[in-house]
């Protein structure tokens, strides 16, 4: 019996200190959010954010485009206007709204107060209380990708069919300082692409014939993008303001924390090296 117990409590012990550890690091983050929901004294804290007010419209496809330069007006107007197809139809106004109004909804679920500055040189020093939030740029981007369909038959043949599918990313770049740390310039991006079908209704000597259907992307979608771009972006601030009040608690992080804007809470915690993925990416 004894060559088995030893094991089996290290385990419980293990168990009980990750459970220990997980515990407190939603503790930390709970009570952050619920001293502010309550309205308590020590609810200080509070949220700068600089908005952009232009959008940066990139198409890399261009740059792919053999001789461009040596054509005509007319000719890079047309290569142009088949390669914006999005781009020329996306109201930038429009476009930032979505943006940023679903980014400072999403923050503002937290309950912490929120101060629009109209320029960055009037943003404050970053501090214990506050937090600042930075857009340093929105960039709509729109490009072309040579995609190929292709099988072989039981005989060893081979066929394929080439198109271009259409992509287009909100990309936003941030500044975000935590009390102590250097201003730091972070990434993040949200894509939606066109998709193919095809299904081959024949095949005759050297050619096959192939019934295709395109899933078309459009300005909504672009929109859609960024809509969807400020809520990631504003739910990613507040998990990464979560994380410093752990980290300002208890010296480390052991755990990432998913929060939840419609609940205003923490309630599913994944490993903090596993939480990359739900994070800004730093820009090197």
């Known amino acids: 019996m004894k060559r088995y117990r030893l094991p089996f409590l290290i385990i419980a012990l293990l168990t009980a200190l990750m459970?220990?550890?997980?515990?407190s690091d939603l503790h930390y983050a709970n009570a952050f959010l619920r001293k502010h929901k309550r309205g308590k004294s020590t609810a200080t804290e509070q949220i700068y954010?600089?908005?952009?007010?232009?959008?940066?419209h990139t198409n890399s496809s261009l740059n792919s485009v053999e001789d461009f330069n040596t054509l005509t007006v007319t000719e890079?107007?047309?290569?142009?206007?088949?390669?914006?197809?999005?781009?020329?139809?996306?109201?930038?106004?429009i476009f930032l709204a979505q943006f940023s109004q679903a980014m400072l909804f999403?923050?503002?679920?937290?309950n912490i107060p929120i101060v629009i500055v109209d320029d960055e040189s009037q943003l404050p020093q970053a501090s214990r209380d506050t937090l600042v939030l930075n857009v340093v740029q929105v960039e709509a981007e729109e490009f072309l990708e040579r995609s190929r369909s292709?099988?072989?038959?039981?005989?060893?043949?081979?066929y394929n069919y080439d198109y271009d599918l259409r992509h287009f990313s909100t990309n936003a770049w941030f500044e975000f300082d935590a009390p102590g740390a250097d201003t730091n310039l972070y990434f993040m991006n949200q894509e939606v692409m066109e998709d193919f079908r095809g299904t081959v209704v024949s095949l005759k000597g050297q050619q096959a014939k192939l019934n295709g259907t395109f899933n078309r992307i459009n300005v909504n979608d672009a929109y859609r993008t960024a809509r969807q771009l400020g809520y990631t972006c504003g739910t990613s601030y507040v998990e990464q303001i979560l994380l410093d009040q752990v980290k300002k608690n208890k010296g480390t992080n052991t755990w990432y924390m998913l929060y939840n804007p419609s609940s205003n809470d923490v309630n599913v915690m994944v490993d903090y090296e596993s939480g990359k993925e739900y994070r800004f990416t730093k820009v090197q």
């Open 106 to 110: 999403t923050i503002s679920q937290t």
């Open 49 to 56: 954010v600089c908005l952009p007010k232009t959008v940066l």
């Open 19 to 23: 459970a220990s550890s997980c515990s």
């Open 150 to 158: 292709d099988f072989y038959t039981r005989n060893g043949y081979y």
């Open 76 to 93: 890079q107007d047309s290569i142009i206007a088949s390669l914006t197809n999005i781009l020329n139809r996306v109201n930038d106004s």
